[in-house]
């Protein structure tokens, strides 16, 4: 499995911002799917994560209401709607998926992920 991110850029505090992520390989074979984001000097974080069928998520705490992740399966893409977003959020962004179906939740921690994708640089100014 082959992830690509795009869709970062430098964003008004406030505005709005689009991240996708394009999978290719075994796609069918992508269970759950995430986005991380590292910061300078800080470790990789959850942002948030969505089940195969859509229809569970979760996300940390500071982007709750302002941020939705979605995927649409026939495209083999992820998304990450960023609406309002705060200077704090600045960060590296990263997109991951597993091939392992979780049991009740999709997972928060970057071991719950076997693949990564490289990574876009979204800079929110004030």
């Known amino acids: 499995v082959q992830l690509q991110a795009s869709g970062g850029g430098l964003v008004q505090a406030g505005g709005s911002l689009r991240l996708s992520c394009a999978a290719s390989g075994r796609t069918f074979s992508i269970s759950d799917m995430a986005w991380f984001r590292q910061a300078p000097g800080k470790e990789r974080e959850f942002v948030a994560c969505?089940?195969?069928?859509?229809?569970?998520?979760r996300y940390e705490d500071s982007v709750k209401g302002r941020f939705t992740i979605s995927r649409d399966n026939a495209e083999s893409t992820l998304y990450l709607q960023m609406n309002s977003p705060k200077p704090e959020d600045t960060a590296v962004y990263y997109c991951?998926?597993?091939?392992?179906?979780?049991?009740?939740?999709?997972?928060?921690?970057?071991?719950?992920?076997?693949?990564w994708g490289q990574g876009t640089l979204v800079t929110v100014s004030s």
């Open positions: 969505i089940r195969r069928g859509g229809n569970s998520t």
């Open positions: 991951a998926a597993s091939l392992y179906a979780s049991l009740y939740y999709c997972g928060v921690r970057t071991q719950d992920y076997a693949y």
